[in-house]
């Protein structure tokens, strides 16, 4: 790892290029550095052997991998890293899942992207319920994992609008408040009605891939 371009494609499988390359395109070189410089160290915590008992080998090959992107990073003078922003080849696969995650934290937003981009998945962020539907109708993705509390269309109304459209969708709710009444109602008959899998905040990474390889079937 040695080249500007085996970084690139490391950033690339972090999931980081992209959303380095937005950050660059709208707000200049300094917060895209800065996102990058600073974003391993939350990977790191996420595949921490120790969080993550049932895939402790797995975590163990992902660490050390960050750990070697950490180093290659922190040796580099910040011009190098905006040119490998700016122009490091980027790698597609078609043959991906598709998942289309909609959270309005943005502390989740960039941890469900990372963490489905280095499972090898196909990864689109929506903000809200809004977004997350006209997400959907271009992405057209295999799975909808999306909160439930959101503003202006909350998580419920959002899956009844896509499955207007796709009545075989299949979708995670997860949430931190599955207790307020207002929605509880009409969570249950969801589940019930659907059979979607629930995921309660805060979970483990082990916990949500679980749930969303076993849903799809991934091996």
Known sequence: MKKSMD????????????????????????????????????????????????NKEKAEKMQQKINEVAQVINSMPDRELIEVIKNGAQKKSRDKWKVLVVEDEFGYQDTLRNIFTMEGFDV????????????????????????????????????RRVRSENPTIKVIYM???????????ELDDEVALHHYPTLSKPFKVSHLLDIVKEYLGVN
Do not use: C, Q
């Open 7 to 54: 970084l690139a494609g490391e950033l690339n499988v972090l999931g980081m290029l992209d959303k380095a390359r937005e950050i660059y395109a709208e707000l200049g070189d300094a917060p895209a550095v800065s996102y990058v410089r600073s974003n391993y160290r939350l990977l790191s915590k996420i595949y921490h052997p120790d969080l993550n008992p049932n």
């Open 175 to 185: 949430s931190g408040f599955f207790g307020v009444k207002r929605l509880k109602k």
């Open 124 to 159: 689109r962020v929506a903000i809200d319920g809004d977004t997350g539907y006209e997400v959907y109708k271009n992405f057209k993705p295999d799975m909808i994992l999306t909160d439930v509390l959101m503003p202006n269309v909350n998580g419920i109304e959002l899956i």
